[in-house]
């Protein structure tokens, strides 16, 4: 056999066992937003990509590789809202808005995959690495809506916390699937909410230094 055909069997070799791992992945995927993680087995996936459960196996030795695979083919196919953009919005009141109407439109878009995760989180110790990435994004989301705010001390933790419920994905679902609101009243509501966090802590502040003389 020449050098060409050689190198040209390698490549073909190399290119079916990519596609072939391309297909595990996204039957795990469709498996993780349908039914969930927790019920997902390897036979389901291998049935869902069209292989034998001996090839997933040797593509993906372990849960936390697997795993790893579909949380960037997923994220990949459904990015998260680029919080960098955020920061170039110098008024705290309209980065508040935009962050929660590009947060709530994902939601929107990626609801069953995240519905499913949360609820089996606790049941599958192997998504601990992608679930605390979520985690570190929406750390850095709240920062990034944070920035430039004017609340310091006790107002701003309570604007940090009434932002951090704002942005969960609960949140939203409740506001949203279980009591009908649409996402741009849902926004208004929890926009509201977290302007109020810092004028209540305000106002306090305000009545604080003396005691009310009490006639008598």
């Known amino acids: 056999m ?4 050689r190198k040209y069997t390698k490549r073909r070799r190399a290119e079916s066992e990519q596609e072939t791992r391309q297909r595990i992945t996204e039957a795990a995927v469709a498996l993780h937003g ?19 459960r001996a090839t997933v196996y040797r593509h993906f ?5 697997l795993f790893a695979a579909c949380s960037a083919h997923y994220t990949g196919m459904n990015p998260p809202p680029d919080l960098t953009a955020w920061s170039e919005e110098p008024d705290p009141g ?3 808005r935009r962050a929660l109407t590009e947060m709530y439109a994902w ?3 990626t609801e069953p ?3 499913n995760v949360l609820r089996d989180e606790e049941m599958v110790p192997a998504m601990a690495a992608p679930i605390a990435r979520r985690r570190a994004y929406l750390g850095m989301v709240v920062d990034a809506v944070l920035a430039g705010r004017r609340e310091r001390g006790h107002a701003r933790r309570r ?6 419920h704002a942005l969960a994905f609960p949140t939203w679902q409740s506001l949203v699937r279980h009591n009908g609101l649409e996402d741009a009243e849902a926004v208004s509501l929890m926009a509201a909410m977290v302007e109020a966090a810092g004028s209540s802590s305000r106002a306090g502040n305000k009545r604080r230094p003396g005691r009310t003389p009490v006639a008598g």
């Open 61 to 65: 030795a372990d849960e936390e590789s």
């Open 34 to 52: 349908s039914i969930g993680p927790a019920r997902t087995t390897i036979s389901a996936i291998a049935d869902q990509a069209g292989v034998q």
């Open 159 to 164: 604007v940090k916390a009434a932002l951090t």
């Open 107 to 109: 939601y929107d878009r």
């Open 2 to 5: 020449s050098n060409e055909r």
């Open 113 to 115: 995959m995240l519905q």
């Open 94 to 96: 309209t980065r508040l």
